[in-house]
């Protein structure tokens, strides 16, 4: 089942087949929304936009948590996140999309594991996106002819507020692609429920660090998120009956990402943390 998170501008998606908004419930608190149910091409599709419908909810403020638990106990195996962002490249102009395959989480203001006091895990983050379907986005992003780059870093920062010029100029001294808001914990937390996740970052402006920043209008870059939001839907229809097919275990290992994971020992796990643990963990636990 492929699990689809919207970001700014992308709030549906056409040509779901037996949709169906149901609301699901996590012992983590609310998802951002009700979850859209369907099926494209046959496959079985959840979509879950990030910010819920009519965007009312900030980054920082994002139930992270409950989101991805959403999907995980809705039978999601796939998430492929859709997130605007700026650019920090010269050569990733407005409406450039991005196949992100790194991160540098900069948020500091959210709850950023599953795990905690009682039961303590740490999962890799070393490759944080699911290489298979990265590829795919880049494979079917390409069939589109949307202009595309395979692999870039996001820098993750906290919000609401963009950057200073100075934090501009720091990230892309360090060699960051883009920067948004909301990429983690959501990676993170993907990783720890055992979910394949890749991201596509869907570029709607250049940071404060382009000469020509102050030129840009509010009107040009709804402009931009508005039609690339047009272009996300038809890289979502394209894609899910290719990343949907039957498979075996992901050869990333995301699917098992917890194997080794969990170091409390059984006799000194706490039980109510494991019973808020079922959808994202029972396999292990």
Known sequence: MIGIIGGSGLYDIDGLEDKAWRRVETPWGDPSDELLFGRLAGVQCVFLPRHGRGHPTSPTHLNYRANIDALKRSGVTDVLSLSAVGSLKAELP???FVVVDQFIDRSF?????????????????????????GDALHRTASALSLPVTNSGTYLVMEGP?????????????????????????EAKLAREAELCYATMAMVTDFDCWHPDHDHVTVEAVIRILLSNADKARDLVRTIVPDVGQQRGLCPCGCDRALDNAVITAPDRRDKTLAGKLGAVAGRVL
């Open 94 to 96: 407005p409406g450039h």
């Open 109 to 133: 203001a959210r709850e950023k594991s599953f795990f905690g006091a009682g039961i303590v895990a740490h999962v890799s983050m070393a490759h944080p996106v699911c290489r298979r379907l």
């Open 161 to 185: 507020q963009f950057s200073t010029k100075a934090e501009s100029e720091l990230y892309r001294s360090w060699g960051c692609s883009v920067i948004g808001m909301t990429n983690m914990p």
